[in-house]
């Protein structure tokens, strides 16, 4: 079953562990210690959460082990982001948006209905659209989206048996003392603070083949062609060759000026996506409008 929708936006789903709270509110109060009692004591008495069947539940309603609560998020004054997604192909099983920076795939943090998804939801009317894989808030580029639950499982293959290519666009420094194409494999594991990642001894996990598809005097465009898909491994892997994304705020070291500063965007797009469609065995080849152009290219 999907999850129900609000304006747009899909519940969050959670699983009650084991423990000796009496009702679903204290579990909830214990599980999200961020949020006090009387916010949740007020989303359940405007029905914001749900049981599995999506029927509102009672405040007093008695925990039990492994129950589904199904709730809305909500975030007060949420921050309004003002660049335009494009929907670049939308058929039954398939949508393929073109995101722009800054945007959010799904709710995170301080965004709920300012999301690719929840925009999605809403444009198309289709509250069954899930997210195929993500790409950071700071990136922008494609990403695919499964429209019916009942081809969902044959695309999601696509991206856990790796047949699908995934072509990326980067602006960084010059790398005259490289030969390419140069591949670049490490373990990632977490850094410091917890967002970040860092390389570390040790069998690798993630792997990035790199080209250059144009230079300049002041920056060269790079073709980053990922094989895994590990959280921030582009961005760690050029920093570690020495060649930084441009305005990446996180690597190599965390900037004062974060990722929400609109005139140093970082310089990454997730450029192609290249698939034989599991439905009918036919190659789809999909690449995003926008660019990246060495007039962004900030004066040294």
């Given at each position: 079953m999907a999850a129900p929708t609000l304006a747009g936006v899909p519940a969050s789903r959670v699983q009650l562990p084991p423990g000796r709270w009496a009702t679903v509110l204290d579990a909830l109060c214990d599980r999200f210690p961020t949020i006090c009692r009387a916010t949740w004591t007020d989303?359940?008495?405007?029905?914001?959460?749900?049981?599995?069947?999506?029927?509102?539940?009672?405040?007093?309603?008695a925990h039990r082990t492994g129950m589904e609560v199904l709730y809305f998020r909500e975030v007060a004054e949420e921050p309004r982001i003002p660049f335009a997604e494009t929907v670049l192909h939308a058929d039954a099983h398939l949508v393929v948006a073109d995101k722009p920076h800054f945007l959010p795939v799904a709710p995170t943090g301080a965004f709920v209905r300012e999301t690719l998804l929840g925009r999605l939801v809403r444009?198309?009317?289709?509250?069954?659209?899930?997210?195929?894989?993500?790409?950071d808030r700071a990136t922008?580029?494609?990403?695919?989206?499964?429209?019916?639950?009942?081809?969902?499982?044959?695309?999601?293959?696509?991206?856990?048996?790796r047949r699908i290519a995934k072509q990326y666009?980067?602006?960084?420094?010059?790398?005259?003392?490289?030969?390419?194409?140069?591949?670049r494999r490490s373990r990632l594991v977490r850094g410091e603070p917890f967002f970040r990642m860092r390389e570390a001894p040790g069998e690798p996990n993630s792997e990035t083949r790199l080209e250059v598809a144009w230079r300049d005097d002041?920056?060269?465009?790079?073709?980053?062609?990922?094989?895994?898909g590990r959280k921030h491994q582009l961005r760690v892997h050029m920093a570690a060759l020495g060649a930084p994304i441009l305005g990446d705020p996180l690597y190599p070291l965390l900037r004062e000026r974060g990722a929400d500063d609109p005139s140093?965007?970082?310089?990454?797009?997730?450029?192609?996506?290249?698939?034989?469609d599991p439905l009918d065995g036919r190659r789809r080849r999909f690449a995003s409008a926008r660019e990246l152009e060495a007039a962004d290219v900030p004066e040294s």
């Open positions: 989303r359940f008495a405007r029905g914001r959460v749900l049981d599995a069947r999506g029927r509102p539940l009672d405040a007093r309603a444009r198309l009317g289709n509250p069954d659209l899930v997210p195929l894989h993500r790409i922008a580029g494609l990403v695919l989206f499964s429209a019916d639950p009942s081809s969902r499982a044959r695309y999601q293959a696509l991206f856990r048996e666009l980067a602006l960084a420094p010059p790398l005259p003392a490289l030969a390419f194409p140069q591949l002041r920056a060269w465009c790079y073709r980053l062609l990922p094989v895994s140093a965007p970082l310089r990454l797009l997730a450029h192609a996506l290249e698939f034989d």
